[in-house]
T-cell receptor
Framework: EDKVVQSPLSLVVHEGDTVTLNCSYE??????LLWYKQEKKAPTFLFML????IEKKSGRLSSILDKKELFSILNITATQTGDSAIYLC????????????FGTGTRLTVIP | NAGVTQTPKFQVLKTGQSMTLQCAQD?????MSWYRQDPGMGLRLIHY???????DQGEVPNGYNVSRSTTEDFPLRLLSAAPSQTSVYFC????????????FGNGTRLTVT
């Protein structure tokens, strides 16, 4: 059975802290791994990873994939209150269609 | 550029009623899909389409129908609403190809009483 497991389920940090969010997966026919940020409405795209060991970076956020150990991490440095959100990990698994299998998410709260 | 537009934003139905959730995208994306999001569970795929005239079932299709008569529109029909269909529904689209991320609409919050 396919599964995507995120940890921790929730996390509370102070502004300026660095956080690491984890995503492990067991999915047949792996194509890609994606990270999304969800505030009050639509999930917004952060990163797509398809190759092991290549770090993707955008400002204070970065992510890397390990296809041998079947996991990915999302790092956020110098956290700000605007980083408070649910972070979703999803895996693309189907040839010919961009269907995604989602984890349940990590709820990050950043306290001033 | 509006992206993915969903209507309505909120809806309350009585058990047994039917309704259609609308989804439209203006990015000329071939792929469109519907997900539902429930507390404690990840987004789950209901139905998807890889182009006009082509639809297929996802993980949780029972109780829902879809059609894709144009590239832009992908409506989701609830045939006879049940309380178990109380959820937040998201429509998403992308270009085809494994390097294209999904773009999501703002969701429809549906309550079935």
């Amino acid at each position: 059975e396919d599964k995507v497991v995120q940890s921790p389920l929730s996390l509370v940090v102070h502004e300026g802290d660095t956080v690491t969010l984890n995503c492990s997966y067991e999915v047949t026919n792996f194509r890609s791994l994606l990270w999304y940020k969800q505030e009050k409405k639509a999930p917004t795209f952060l990163f797509m990873l398809t190759s092991s060991g290549i770090e993707k970076k955008s400002g204070r956020l970065s992510s890397i994939l390990d296809k041998k150990e079947l996991f990915s991490i999302l790092n956020i440095t110098a956290t700000q209150t605007g980083d408070s959100a649910i972070y979703l990990c999803a895996v693309g698994y189907q040839t010919g269609a961009n269907n995604l299998f989602f984890g349940t998410g990590t709820r990050l709260t950043v306290i001033p | 550029n509006a992206g993915v537009t969903q209507t309505p934003k909120f809806q309350v139905l009585k058990t047994g009623q039917s309704m259609t959730l609308q989804c439209a995208q203006d990015m000329n994306h071939e792929y469109m899909s519907w997900y539902r999001q429930d507390p404690g569970m990840g987004l789950r795929l209901i139905h998807y389409s890889v182009g006009a005239g082509i639809t297929d079932q996802g993980e949780v299709p029972n109780g829902y129908n879809v059609s894709r008569s144009t590239t832009e529109d992908f409506p989701l029909r609830l045939l006879s609403a049940a309380p178990s269909q109380t959820s937040v529904y998201f429509c998403a689209s992308s270009r085809q190809g494994k390097t294209s991320p999904l773009h999501f609409g703002n969701g429809t919050r549906l309550t079935v009483t």
